[in-house]
Structures are given as structure tokens and as C-alpha cells.
């Protein structure tokens, strides 16, 4: 009886990388990618994965300090996720859900979800990303205050360094600039407000302080637009693309007390936080808000399968179903058996292991407490912890900080990637995500992992004459 969950494989076999990325650059372009630049390098080949570890083409064994994209929470190579998604392929690999049909998988699942949901959500809408998730969002929003006969109200309020997708909608409610900068968005009608970062924006405040000045914007914003214009505000528990940035305590339950006073509805996007990666099923829990909808997608799979929604409230709800008429919106895998199956597996999984309890109660306090001392290091001013999420800030001295032309991030990712961790570099943010599953022992081979890259990072400073 092999007392692991994970499958257990032969030695991963070597690739012919050159072959491979070859192939790659004649006929692949990837992601948020410099098409020309990867070219030249070529690209890295991961080819296996097991538990926390994954390998690449040449064999080496890397820690996914990110788990994948943030989504695969329970880890690779678990047999029964695949297990499900093969019965389910057997019995019934697609129906779809429009025509007044439905399929079983995808019934239980929206109730299993609702199970785990904060309690004045009950509904569920299906679609394939978060992207499209909260696409399905600014539609439902939309069609939410016509039915309440407030048409005018339109506008929803985001925040910069935000990231909610990279569709038309989902780019126009993120709010990187660079995105916007191509393809002329956002579209009219979402409008940014600043990000609760405060080691960038909050100097001379305390963090509690800081957190009510930031939340304080958004009441700016209201009054600007007017509060009769605005639909709802939508943000991120902890920013996760934007950086790991997690908002000082005193900040959501401002923003929700913002909310409820000018009757506008709160969008808790948790494609991230959702499903136990701050140690709590969604992170509105976690911080004390109460959302009218939430984005999710990622973890509610693992990423083993594309699947993405809306939870939705019992306000939105209510007008939803009870106005009747016909909500023109869908995808034709809304509701895919296949990932809806799959995704009932993964929540039975968390909730039998009590992998959400683990993460609060044992190891993100360890987490924390072994991330916070990489503190000492030299070329790091700040760390910050919270659930299996955690950021710090590189640069040369506490007071002072890198031009962010040396691109000090990726120098810091290269040394993480080659010596067997992956962290990701947002500015001179340094941030992982590691899979919910990682045990205190694997933290601790992580961190010392990270603390050697540093190490490196800070002689390779050195000889370049950046500090
Ligand atoms: N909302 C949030 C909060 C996200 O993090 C999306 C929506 C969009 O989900 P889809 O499934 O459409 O990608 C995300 C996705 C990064 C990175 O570099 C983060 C995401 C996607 C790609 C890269 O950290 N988050």
C-alpha cells in the first residue's frame, strides 16, 4: 500500500530540450510574453510533477513555490482528481446546460460550493476562467440594477495594480497599465481608484491608519462619480499578479461599511484566495466582508481542469431569478461535467483532510514565521505573510530602493529558477504561493532555498554594481 496520495512514477525520462524548444518558438506564442525575446532564449520545458516538486526537460527537481498559477492547491499527481475526471469522461464528457438540461456534476457541485460559501450565497454560475468569470460579473451587474430600475448605475470601481483577467472586461477592471495601453481600455464605465499598498503609499501612517485612508479613496471615488452612478466595487482579498499585497486589517471592513452606505455591491474577485489559500475558504471570510458575488476559478480544480464562476448572493439572486426573462449570457462549457466532477473531488479532498484547517492552524503560521526571517537578509526591506501566500521587497538598504530599470526581480528569479525554486518577481517584489499541501519540512527546504537565491541575487548585485 503506497501511503502517499500521490502516484508514484518512474524517474522522470530526459527530453531532447533543444528539439523541444525548437518546436516551441516556430509555432508557439505564449502568454503576456516578448514573442521575439523568448525566441532567442528558448523556453523551459516542465514535464512532470508530484506533490510540490515539478522537473524539467533536463531532469532537474523544482520546488512550485507558486503551485503552477497559483492554482494547484492540492498538489500534482493526485490519483483520485485524475480518477475522477476519467469516470466522468466515461460516463458523460460533455452535455451542455443551456436548453433546460443540465448534468449531475455540475447540480452538486454549485451545492457542494454553496456548502463551503459564505451563507447568503447559495447560487452558481459556471463559466471556464476568471477572466470569464468576472466578465460574467460586469454583465450581471449590469443587468442587476436595470431590473432594479437603476440603469444609470454603470460604473464599477476597481483599483490600480489590480488583476481580474485578461479578456476586454477582465484587462478594463485590472489595472495594470501596460495592459490598458494595448487596446485601448479599459472600456468605458470602470474606473481605479489606489491599491492598499502601504510600505509603498502609506509612509508616516501606521498600517491601521493607512488602511482607512486607502479604503477612504474609494468613498472619494463614489462621491466624484456620483453614488448613483456606481454599480460596485470589485476587488482582490489579497492582490496575488499585483504583487502579494495584503491590505492592513482596517481595510475591508471600511470598504464593506463604504458599500453598504451608498448601496453599491461588493465583488470579492477570489480566483486567488478561493478555496483555502489564506486559510479560510475564500477570503472575505478570512477579512470579514460580506460579497454580493464572487469571482473563482483556479483552485476550485487545482488547476487539474478550466473552470471558473460567480457565487452569487441572495440580493443579486433574488433579483436575478424572481424579475424572470432570460439572462443572455453563457459559454457552451458552462458547467462542464468533466471539471465540475473534478472539482467535487477536490473539495471532498479539502474538507476530509482538512487541508483548509491545516493551512490556518499549522502550516501558514509556520510559513509565516520561517518566511519573516528571511527579514535579516541584506538585500530585503520587508516580508509579509499571510495564509500560503507570502512577499518581500528587495532593495539595497531598508530606506532605499533598486531602479526598477535593473530589473533586480528577475535577476532574483533566474538564481530561484536554476538552483530548484520557483518564486515570482513583481517589481522588486519576490513572491510564492506553494501548494496548500506543503508540509513544514518542504517550507523549510523552500525557504533555505530561497535564502541561498538570495544570496546569489546579492552577489551578482555586487559584481554588477548595483549595490
Ligand atoms: N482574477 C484574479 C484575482 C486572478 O489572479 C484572474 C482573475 C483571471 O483568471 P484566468 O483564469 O482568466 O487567467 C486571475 C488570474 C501572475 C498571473 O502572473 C496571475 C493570473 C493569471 C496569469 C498570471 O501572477 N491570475
Same mark, same amino acid.
Given at each position: 500500500m503506497n501511503p502517499s496520495p500521490f502516484l508514484p512514477g518512474t524517474e522522470p525520462a530526459l527530453y531532447d530540450t533543444a528539439a523541444l524548444q525548437a518546436l516551441d518558438s516556430a509555432h508557439y506564442l505564449h502568454p503576456f510574453t516578448d514573442f521575439k525575446s523568448l525566441s532567442a532564449t528558448g523556453s523551459r520545458f516542465i514535464v512532470r510533477g508530484e506533490g510540490i516538486y515539478i522537473w524539467d526537460s533536463n531532469g532537474n527537481k523544482i520546488i512550485d513555490g507558486m503551485s503552477g498559477l497559483w492554482n494547484v492547491n492540492l498538489g500534482y499527481r493526485r490519483v483520485e482528481l485524475a480518477d475522477a475526471a476519467y469516470r466522468q469522461m466515461l460516463e458523460l464528457p460533455f452535455y451542455n446546460s443551456f436548453f433546460q438540461t443540465s448534468n449531475i456534476p455540475a447540480a452538486k457541485l454549485a451545492a457542494s460550493i454553496a456548502g463551503v460559501a459564505p451563507d447568503h450565497m447559495r447560487r452558481v454560475f459556471y463559466c471556464n476562467s476568471g477572466s470569464e468569470a468576472n466578465d460574467t460579473i460586469v454583465r450581471m451587474v449590469r443587468r442587476y440594477w436595470d431590473l432594479k430600475n437603476q440603469p444609470q448605475r454603470k460604473t464599477i470601481i476597481s483599483r490600480h495594480n489590480a488583476y481580474h483577467g485578461s479578456t476586454v472586461a477582465g484587462a478594463s477592471l485590472s489595472g495594470m497599465s501596460g495592459m490598458h495601453a494595448q487596446g485601448d481600455l479599459p472600456i468605458p464605465g470602470i474606473v481605479h481608484i489606489g491599491q492598499p499598498y502601504h510600505f509603498e503609499n502609506g509612509a508616516g501612517m501606521t498600517p491601521e491608519a493607512f488602511g482607512l485612508h486607502a479604503a477612504g479613496w474609494l468613498e472619494e471615488k463614489i462621491l466624484e462619480l456620483g453614488p448613483e452612478k456606481v454599480a460596485a466595487f470589485i476587488g482582490e482579498p489579497v492582490q496575488g499578479a499585483g504583487g502579494v499585497i495584503i491590505p492592513p486589517s482596517t481595510y475591508w471592513p471600511e470598504i464593506q461599511r463604504i458599500c453598504d452606505h451608498y448601496g453599491i455591491l461588493l465583488i470579492s474577485d477570489e480566483v486567488i484566495c478561493g478555496f483555502g489559500r489564506l486559510g479560510s475558504w475564500f477570503g472575505c471570510q478570512h477579512f470579514g466582508t460580506r460579497p454580493d458575488?464572487?469571482?473563482?476559478?483556479?483552485?476550485?480544480?487545482?488547476?487539474?481542469?478550466?473552470?471558473?464562476?460567480?457565487? $452569487?448572493? /441572495?440580493?443579486?439572486? /433574488?433579483?436575478?431569478?424572481?424579475?424572470?426573462?432570460?439572462?443572455?449570457?453563457?459559454?457552451?462549457?458552462?458547467?462542464?461535467?468533466?471539471? *465540475?466532477?473534478?472539482?467535487?473531488?477536490?473539495?471532498?479532498?479539502?474538507?476530509?483532510?482538512?487541508?483548509?484547517?491545516? &493551512?490556518?492552524?499549522?502550516?501558514?503560521?509556520?510559513?509565516?514565521?520561517?518566511?519573516?526571517?528571511?527579514?535579516?537578509?541584506?538585500?530585503?526591506? $520587508?516580508?509579509?505573510?499571510?495564509?500560503?501566500?507570502?512577499?518581500?521587497?528587495?532593495?539595497?538598504?531598508?530606506?532605499?530602493?533598486? /531602479?526598477?530599470?535593473?530589473? &533586480?526581480?528577475?535577476? *532574483?528569479?533566474?538564481? *530561484?529558477?536554476?538552483?530548484? &525554486?520557483?518564486?515570482?518577481?513583481?517589481? /522588486?517584489?519576490?513572491?510564492?504561493?506553494?501548494?496548500?499541501?506543503?508540509?513544514?519540512?518542504?517550507?523549510?527546504?523552500m525557504i533555505a532555498l530561497i535564502r541561498r537565491c538570495l544570496d546569489l541575487t546579492h552577489v551578482e548585485l555586487r559584481a554588477r554594481g548595483l549595490i
Open positions: 458575488l464572487i469571482a473563482f476559478a483556479k483552485g476550485v480544480t487545482s488547476g487539474y481542469f478550466p473552470l471558473g464562476g460567480v457565487i $452569487i448572493g /441572495d440580493r443579486v439572486a /433574488d433579483v436575478l431569478i424572481e424579475s424572470g426573462g432570460e439572462f443572455n449570457h453563457g459559454f457552451t462549457y458552462s458547467g462542464h461535467p468533466v471539471g *465540475c466532477a473534478l472539482a467535487l473531488e477536490n473539495i471532498r479532498i479539502l474538507q476530509e483532510e482538512g487541508v483548509v484547517d491545516q &493551512v490556518r492552524t499549522e502550516t501558514a503560521p509556520h510559513l509565516a514565521r520561517q518566511f519573516h526571517k528571511l527579514a535579516d537578509h541584506p538585500i530585503v526591506a $520587508i516580508t509579509e505573510a499571510l495564509g500560503m501566500v507570502a512577499g518581500l521587497v528587495l532593495a539595497p538598504s531598508p530606506q532605499t530602493r533598486f /531602479d526598477p530599470a535593473d530589473e &533586480v526581480g528577475m535577476i *532574483c528569479r533566474r538564481h *530561484c529558477f536554476e538552483n530548484g &525554486v520557483i518564486m515570482r518577481a513583481v517589481g /522588486d517584489r519576490m513572491i510564492i504561493a506553494p501548494p496548500l499541501v506543503i508540509s513544514p519540512q518542504q517550507i523549510d527546504e
